[in-house]
C-alpha cells in the first residue's frame, strides 16, 4: 500500500515535470524548429503579398498559400512549450507568464486566417488584399507583445 | 421688388455655402496632410487610453523623457488661441507663440519644409476637431537648465532654417516624393541618427537609428544591399508603406507599425508610388544596425 503511494507520487511528479517541460537539448531543437514553422507562415504571407502587389497571374495560387497558413496558425500554440524562452530565441518570457494572452492573440492569428481562406476561395482580390492586412496585424501584436526587437 | 429680394436672397446662400466648401475643402486637405503626417500619434497617449491629440504620451529619448503636448484646439490648455501665424511659426521655426524654442524632439527640423498652404490646411483640420481641457506634463530632461542652451547654441550654429526647393533635373513624381518625404511624413526623425546635442546627422541620412524615439531601432532604409533596403523594389516599399507588411511577410512593428496605422495607409496610391521612387534614389549607406547572430 505504502509503495504504492509512493509509487503514484513519484510518478505523478515525475509527469508533471516532463509534460510540460523541456531539458535543454530539446528546447534547443524545439527552438530551431519554431523558428522554421515561423518562418514557413512569414514564407506564405510574402508569398500571397508577392501576387497581390504585383499582379501576378496565379491567383489561384493564393487559395493553397492561405488554407497552409491557417494550418500553421493551428499549431502556434503547441510550438511555445514552458521551457523554451532560453537560448538563442528572441521569444520573450512574458510569453508563459501571459500565456492566456498569448492564447488569444494566437487565436486570433487562427481566426482570421480562416476568414483569409474563406475569400481566397471566393477570389474577390479586394477583400483578400484587406484581409491579408488584419492577418498580419495579428502577428505584428504577437510580435510587438512576445518578441524580443533585433 | 419681391424678384429682387428673391434675388439677393439667393446670391447669400449660394456665396454663404461656398464658404462654407471652401472651409470643409481645407479642412479635407488638412486631414489628408495629417495622415501623411503619421497622423501625429505622438501627441495621442494611445496606450493609456488618452483622448485625440491631447498629448501626454512619454517619448523617451537620450536625452530625457518628454511628454507630447497637447494640440486640439482648447483654449486653455491646447493651442486654441493660436493665430495662424503663431502655428506656422512653430512649425517652421520651433518656436512657441511665448518665444520659447522647442526641443527637436518635435520634428520642426522637417516640418518647416511644409509648404505654407499646406500648414494652413492642417491647422484648419486641427481647429475642427473636438478640444480637450488637459495640463500639460512638464518634460523630465536629464540635464533640466542643459536643455535651453544647448538648445539655443544648436538653434543658432548648426541649425538653419530651409524651404522645400524642386529639383529641376528630377522628375515630378521624384519631386513630389522628395517634398513628402523631407517635410510631412518626417522619416528622417526616426530613420537618420542624432548627433550629441539632438539634431540629425545628414552624413547618416536614413542610414537607421539604434535609439531613436522611444529608444527603439528604426533601420537603415538607403538601398543599401547588405544592410539596408537595396532588394526591395518600389512596389514593396509602397505596398510597405501602405500596409505594414515587409518583403519576406512579416509584419512591421513599433513606432512604424503605428504610424502606418494612424496615418501612411492613407495616403494616395500616387503619393506612396512618389515617396517610393524618391527613397529608392537614396545614396546607399553600409550600417548595420541588427544584432548578427540572432535569429527570429
Known amino acids: 500500500m505504502m509503495k504504492t503511494k509512493i509509487f503514484i507520487f513519484f510518478t505523478s511528479i515525475f509527469l508533471i515535470f516532463s509534460s510540460n517541460k523541456l531539458v535543454p537539448s530539446e528546447s534547443a531543437g524545439m527552438i530551431k524548429y519554431r523558428q522554421n514553422v515561423m518562418k514557413a507562415a512569414a514564407g506564405h504571407m510574402g508569398a500571397i503579398v508577392s501576387i497581390l502587389k504585383n499582379n501576378l497571374p496565379i491567383r489561384d495560387h493564393i487559395l493553397e498559400h492561405a488554407n497552409s497558413l491557417n494550418q500553421i496558425s493551428k499549431m502556434t500554440i503547441s510550438i511555445f512549450p514552458k521551457g523554451t524562452g532560453l537560448g538563442r530565441t528572441k521569444a520573450k518570457n512574458s510569453i508563459w507568464k501571459n500565456w492566456s494572452k498569448f492564447e488569444k492573440i494566437s487565436q486570433d492569428f487562427v481566426d482570421e486566417s480562416t476568414k483569409l481562406m474563406e475569400l481566397a476561395k471566393n477570389g474577390d482580390i479586394q477583400a483578400i488584399a484587406k484581409q491579408i492586412r488584419k492577418t498580419g496585424k495579428t502577428c505584428g501584436s504577437c510580435h510587438r507583445n512576445f518578441r524580443k526587437r533585433d | ?296
Not at chain 2, 93 to 109: D, I, K, R
Open chain 2, 1 to 296: 421688388m419681391l424678384f429682387k429680394f428673391l434675388c439677393l436672397f439667393t446670391f447669400l446662400i449660394i456665396c454663404f455655402s461656398l464658404i462654407i466648401s471652401a472651409d470643409e475643402e481645407q479642412i479635407k486637405k488638412g486631414e489628408y496632410i495629417f495622415k501623411a503626417s503619421g497622423g501625429c500619434s505622438c501627441h495621442t497617449n494611445k496606450i493609456n487610453k488618452g483622448k485625440f491629440l491631447a498629448g501626454g504620451r512619454s517619448i523617451k529619448t537620450p536625452f530625457g523623457t518628454f511628454f507630447s503636448t497637447n494640440i486640439t484646439p482648447d483654449v486653455k490648455t491646447g493651442i486654441g488661441n493660436w493665430s495662424d501665424e503663431d502655428f506656422i511659426r512653430a512649425m517652421k521655426l520651433g518656436v512657441s507663440p511665448a518665444g520659447e524654442h522647442y526641443f527637436p524632439v518635435f520634428p520642426y527640423t522637417s516640418f518647416q519644409l511644409i509648404k505654407r498652404n499646406d500648414l494652413l490646411a492642417l491647422k484648419a483640420y486641427i481647429f475642427s476637431i473636438s478640444p480637450v481641457n488637459q495640463k500639460n506634463t512638464p518634460h523630465k530632461l536629464i540635464l533640466p537648465i542643459g536643455r535651453k542652451i544647448p538648445m539655443i547654441f544648436w538653434k543658432k550654429f548648426v541649425w538653419s532654417s530651409k524651404q522645400y526647393e524642386n529639383n529641376p533635373l528630377r522628375t515630378k513624381t521624384w519631386n513630389r516624393g522628395a517634398y513628402l518625404v523631407q517635410s510631412i511624413t518626417h522619416c528622417a526623425e526616426c530613420h537618420t541618427p542624432r548627433d550629441f546635442l539632438g539634431g540629425l546627422n545628414y552624413e547618416m541620412h536614413m542610414a537607421g537609428s539604434v535609439d531613436g524615439p522611444e529608444g527603439e531601432l528604426a533601420p537603415n532604409i538607403t538601398p543599401d544591399l547588405k544592410t539596408g533596403i537595396g532588394s526591395w523594389s518600389k512596389i514593396d516599399i509602397s505596398y510597405f508603406l501602405k500596409t505594414g507588411i515587409k518583403p519576406d511577410g512579416d509584419y512591421t512593428e513599433g513606432l512604424m507599425s503605428e504610424i502606418i496605422d494612424s496615418g501612411y495607409q492613407y495616403l494616395v496610391d500616387e503619393d506612396l508610388k512618389s515617396i517610393a521612387e524618391y527613397i529608392s534614389t537614396f545614396t546607399p549607406i553600409e550600417n548595420n544596425l541588427r544584432n548578427n547572430g540572432t535569429s527570429p
